[in-house]
C-alpha cells in the first residue's frame, strides 16, 4: 500500500489525536497503522489493580488498548503506595479498580475501563473474564491463579502471568498447554506474601511493566511471546534467564502426554 493510501486509512480509523498520541507505535514495523488498530480494538482483563496491575495497567492504558478490564475487590490503603504506582495518597480508602479507572482516564480518554469491584469465584469468573480476548493475571494469591488458568483454559483466552517475591519476579504466556497449574501443580504450604517478607517496590514496576510488554505482543503479534516459557528476573543480581516448560500428563486443566518437568 502506498504511503498516501496508509496515510488515508489511518487518519479513516484513528483520530488525529490518536494518530498524535501513538505515533512512536506508528513508525514502529513491528506494530504500525495495523498493530494499533488491534490495540484500538483489544479487549484485555487485569486480575488484581496491585503491585503488577497497576503499572501494566499504565502501559496499556497508554498504549491504547481500548478496553480494559479492572478486577479488584480490595481497597487502596497507605501501604500499597510503596509499589502501586497508579495510586495517590488521596486515593487512600477507594476502591481500586474505581481509583484506577479515574488515573487511566485522566491519561488516556480513549481508553474504556470497566470496573469489576470483586474477587473471582468460581459463580463469576467465566462471566467476567468470558468478556476479554486476553487476561493479565497479577494477583497476589495461588487460589485465584488457579482460578483463572482454568476459565482461561476453557475459554481459549491467552493468559499473560506475572509474580512477584521479594527481589525476583516471574512471567510467562499461557495458551494451550503447558498451562499455569502444570507448573505449579497445588497451591504451595509455605507460599510467601508481600505483606508477610516483603517487597521491593520497584521490581513491581519491573514485572508489571513486562506483563504489559508481552499483552502488547499477544495482540499486536510483534516478535516472539513467552508462550510455553517461563522468564525469571533476579533482581538483586539484575540477570535474567528463560526455561522451556513442559507439560503435566496429570494435570487436571490441560491434560498433557508430556512430562512435567523445567528445561534449560
Known amino acids: 500500500m502506498a504511503p498516501q493510501a496508509v496515510n488515508a486509512y489511518m487518519k479513516a480509523m484513528l483520530t488525529d489525536d490518536e494518530i498524535d498520541r501513538y505515533a512512536r507505535h506508528l513508525v514502529l514495523k513491528e506494530i504500525g497503522g495495523q498493530g494499533q488498530m488491534k490495540l484500538k480494538a483489544a479487549k484485555v482483563a487485569l486480575v488484581g489493580m496491585g503491585g503488577i496491575g497497576s503499572p501494566a495497567a499504565l502501559y496499556l492504558a497508554a498504549a491504547g488498548v481500548g478496553t480494559l478490564g479492572l478486577i479488584d475487590d480490595d481497597e487502596v490503603s497507605l501501604s500499597n503506595l510503596q509499589r502501586q504506582v497508579l495510586f495517590g495518597s488521596k486515593d487512600i480508602g477507594a476502591p481500586k479498580a474505581e481509583a484506577a479507572a479515574t488515573h487511566l482516564g485522566n491519561l488516556n480518554p480513549h481508553c474504556d475501563c470497566r470496573i469489576h469491584c470483586l474477587r473471582l ?37 491467552p493468559l ?86 513442559a507439560a503435566d500428563p496429570a494435570c487436571p486443566v490441560c491434560h498433557s502426554s508430556e512430562h512435567p518437568k523445567i528445561v534449560s
Not at 467476567?128 to 495461588?142: E, P
Not at 502471568?161 to 502444570?182: D, I, K, V
Not at 508489571?208 to 505482543?217: D, F, N, R, Y
Open 160 to 245: 499473560v502471568s506475572a509474580a512477584l517475591g521479594r527481589f525476583s519476579g516471574q512471567l510467562a504466556m499461557f495458551e494451550g498447554s503447558p498451562c499455569y497449574q502444570c507448573l505449579v501443580p497445588e497451591i504451595p504450604p509455605d507460599a510467601e506474601t508481600c505483606e508477610r517478607v516483603g517487597v521491593v517496590g520497584a521490581l513491581a514496576g519491573i514485572m508489571g511493566t513486562m506483563a504489559a510488554l508481552e499483552t502488547i505482543k499477544v495482540v499486536t503479534g510483534a516478535g516472539e511471546t513467552l508462550r510455553g516459557k517461563l522468564l525469571i528476573f533476579d533482581g538483586l543480581d539484575m540477570t535474567s534467564r528463560i526455561v522451556k516448560l
Open 121 to 157: 469465584s468460581e459463580d463469576n469468573a467465566a462471566d467476567v473474564l468470558g468478556r476479554y480476548d486476553v487476561v493479565l493475571d497479577g494477583c497476589d494469591n495461588f487460589e485465584t491463579r488457579l482460578l483463572v488458568n482454568r476459565v482461561c483454559h476453557e475459554l481459549k483466552k
